[in-house]
Nanobody
Framework: QVQLVESGGGLVQAGGSLRLSCAAS????????MAWFRQAPGKERKFVVR????????YYVDSVKGRFTISRDNAKNTVYLQMNSLKPEDTAVYYC????????????WGQGTQVTVSS
């Protein structure tokens, strides 16, 4: 089992930055890929970015390209989401998730962290 804990959310003005963290514990050796999703109020949870655990590949949804960057710290088993030039439409609960292979769904989810961008 893998456990994920997010942190780093908060309130920021439009144009500002935040960095989210997702600390993984447990059977981290089984992780193939990590991802961030977000869920705005009254909306479905949507994909934001994913990256293989090895860090070889990252894929972003178009709306965050050039503004968000995913990275990881091997020693800390932590994945980060650096969010710059934030917009009010980025307001959502951000969830970290992981899967153990390229063909499975995302099996493990964190509790989420709230990001609020004021205009």
């Amino acid at each position: 089992q893998v456990q994920l804990v997010e942190s780093g959310g908060g309130l920021v003005q439009a144009g500002g930055s935040l960095r989210l963290s997702c600390a993984a514990s447990g059977r981290t050796f089984s992780i193939y890929e990590m991802a961030w999703f977000r869920q705005a109020p009254g909306k479905e949870r949507k994909f934001v970015v994913r990256m293989t655990w090895s860090g070889d590949n990252a894929y972003y949804v178009d709306s965050v390209k050039g503004r968000f960057t995913i990275s990881r710290d091997n020693a800390k088993n932590t994945v980060y989401l650096q969010m710059n030039s934030l917009k009010p439409e980025d307001t959502a609960v951000y969830y970290c998730t992981a899967r153990t292979n390229a063909y499975s769904g995302y099996e493990t989810w964190g509790q989420g962290t709230q990001v609020t961008v004021s205009s």
